[in-house]
C-alpha cells in the first residue's frame, strides 16, 4: 500500500495496515514535510513523495489509500488508478456525481479496483445488525432512527474542512457513516430525501448540522439528524457513557474553552491540528498504545442507532446488541466488536485483488451515498423532496 494524505484520518489506519500480514505499507506521499519526516522515520525503507504523482509512479505500490482532503479524492483515485493502482478512497467519495463517476470510470478503464472506505457502515456490530435484519428473526425492517451529536465542530480543522465548495462540514465528513450505514442496513436503494443542513455559527461559518428523512423504495424509511456543535452529546445518552468527545476526548468543560477560543478567534488550529498528526502524543496514546482490553462502544460519530423491525428493535449495547422483543430483551454480546478503521475496508480490497471476491463498497455503492448527501444539500436549498437515480442494492451474500 501506498498512502496519499497522511493527517489526521491516516493516524486512525496505519496501526491497522501494520497488523495485516497481507498489507505492507511502502510508501507516503503528503505536502507537508513535517509528516513526510516523520513518516520516513517510523517505516524505514519506505519511499517517501511529496506529490501524489510521485507515489503513483512507484512500481512497489500495488494499492492506494487517498486520505487526503475531499477535494483531491476523485483527482487523486484518477491518477492513481490511471497508473494502474487499486484504490481505497476515503470518506466522502467525492464532491459531487460528476467526480464520482470519473473515478467509476478511471478504475474500470484501468483494470482495478476501487473501494470507497472508511465509514462505520464497515463496523462490526452495524455488520451484525444488518445480519439479524435479514435473517427474518424480528419480521421486516419497518425503519431506522440515528441520531449523533457529537463535537465535530470543535475538533481542530484546516480551512478547506469547513468550506462546503471543497467538501467541508459535517454533512460531507460525518454524513457519510450515517447514510452508509442507513444504506447498508436499508438494503442501498433510497428512494426520495427531505433534508436541511444548518450553518449556525457566523465565527465558523460550515455546515455544522443536519437532519434527513429517507425513504427506501420498500417503504421503509429513515431518520438521521447529526449536530456538531457539542452542546449536548449523545455519548452521554448511555448509561455506561460520559462527555467525552469525538477525537480529543474533551469534556464539557473543555469545550467552554476550545467555543471561547474559536469564537473570539484566538485558537490556533494549524497547531491544534499537526497536534493530532503522525508523531504526536494524541496519535501514540489515541492509536498506538491503545490498551488490548475491549473497550465498550461509545456513541461517538454514528450516534444512537435504533433499528425497528416489525416484531422487535435492535440497537448497540456495550459490547454487542441489544435486542428487544415481545419475549423479552436479549444482550447479544459480539465478542471483540471493536471498530478497528480501515481494517474491513482493506480485506476487502486485499479479497477482490487476491481472491477474486466482488468490491461491495464498490465506487457504484459509494456513489449511491454520495447522491444522498447532495440530495440532502439540494433538499435543503430548494425546500424539496429530491428523487434518486443513481441507487444500488447491497446483495445479500455481503452478509457471508
Ligand atoms: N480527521 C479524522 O479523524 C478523519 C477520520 C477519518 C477520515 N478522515 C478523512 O480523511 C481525509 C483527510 O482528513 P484529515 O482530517 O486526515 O485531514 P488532514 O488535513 O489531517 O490530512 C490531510 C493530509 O493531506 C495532505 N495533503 C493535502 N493536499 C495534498 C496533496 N495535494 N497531495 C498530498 N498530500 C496532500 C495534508 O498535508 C495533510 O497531511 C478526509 O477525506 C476525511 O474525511 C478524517
Known amino acids: 500500500m501506498g498512502i496519499i494524505g497522511i493527517g489526521v484520518g491516516a493516524t486512525q489506519i496505519m496501526p491497522q495496515m501494520e497488523a495485516m500480514p497481507e498489507i ?122 440515528n441520531w449523533a451529536f457529537t463535537d465535530w465542530m470543535l475538533q481542530a480543522r484546516g480551512p478547506e474542512e469547513l468550506d462546503e465548495a471543497v467538501g467541508g462540514g459535517v454533512l460531507y465528513r460525518q454524513g457519510p457513516h450515517q447514510l452508509d450505514t442507513a444504506r447498508l442496513l436499508g438494503g442501498g436503494l433510497v428512494r426520495s430525501v427531505r433534508g436541511v443542513t444548518g450553518k449556525w455559527w457566523p465565527e465558523r461559518y460550515a455546515v455544522g448540522y443536519y437532519s434527513a428523512f429517507l425513504e427506501f423504495e420498500d417503504g421503509v424509511t429513515a431518520s438521521v439528524v447529526n449536530n456538531g456543535y457539542g452542546y449536548a452529546m449523545t455519548s452521554e445518552l448511555v448509561p455506561w457513557g460520559d462527555d467525552r468527545g469525538l477525537i480529543v476526548g474533551a469534556t464539557g468543560e473543555d469545550r467552554v474553552a476550545i467555543r471561547k477560543g474559536i469564537k473570539d478567534g484566538t485558537r490556533d488550529e494549524a497547531a491544534a491540528k499537526d497536534s493530532l498528526k503522525i508523531g504526536s502524543e494524541h496519535e501514540r496514546v489515541m492509536w498506538r498504545e491503545r490498551s488490548e482490553e475491549r473497550q465498550p462502544w461509545r456513541p461517538t460519530n454514528l450516534g444512537i442507532l435504533i433499528v425497528t423491525c416489525e416484531r422487535g428493535d435492535i440497537r448497540q449495547s456495550r459490547f454487542g446488541l441489544y435486542i428487544e422483543r415481545d419475549g423479552g430483551k436479549e444482550e447479544r454480546d459480539l465478542g471483540d466488536a471493536q471498530y478497528r478503521a480501515g481494517r474491513e475496508d482493506l480485506a476487502e480490497l486485499y479479497n477482490a485483488v487476491v481472491n477474486g471476491a466482488p468490491v461491495y463498497h ?39
Open 362 to 400: 464498490s465506487g457504484e455503492w459509494g456513489m449511491a451515498t454520495l447522491e444522498v448527501i447532495t440530495a440532502i444539500m439540494e433538499s435543503s436549498r430548494d425546500r424539496k423532496e429530491v428523487r434518486l437515480t443513481h441507487q444500488v442494492a447491497m446483495p445479500l451474500e455481503y452478509d457471508g
Open 24 to 145: 505492507e505499507i511502502v510508501a507516503g506521499a503528503d505536502t507537508n514535510p513535517r509528516v513526510r519526516e516523520a513518516f520516513g522515520a517510523r517505516y524505514e525503507g519506505a519511499h517517501v513523495y511529496d506529490s501524489a504523482e510521485g507515489l503513483c509512479a512507484d512500481p512497489d505500490v500495488d494499492a492506494v489509500w487517498i486520505s487526503t482532503p475531499n477535494n483531491f479524492h476523485s483527482p487523486h483515485a484518477v491518477l492513481a488508478a490511471n497508473a494502474g493502482k487499486h484504490v481505497v478512497s476515503e470518506k466522502p467519495m467525492a464532491l459531487n456525481m460528476k467526480e464520482a463517476e470519473a473515478m467509476v470510470e478511471a478504475a474500470d478503464r484501468n483494470g482495478v479496483k476501487l473501494l470507497c472506505g472508511h465509514t462505520l457502515a464497515f463496523s462490526p456490530p452495524v455488520m451484525a445488525m444488518r445480519r439479524i435484519i435479514n435473517s427474518g428473526e424480528l419480521g421486516p425492517l419497518r425503519a431506522l432512527n
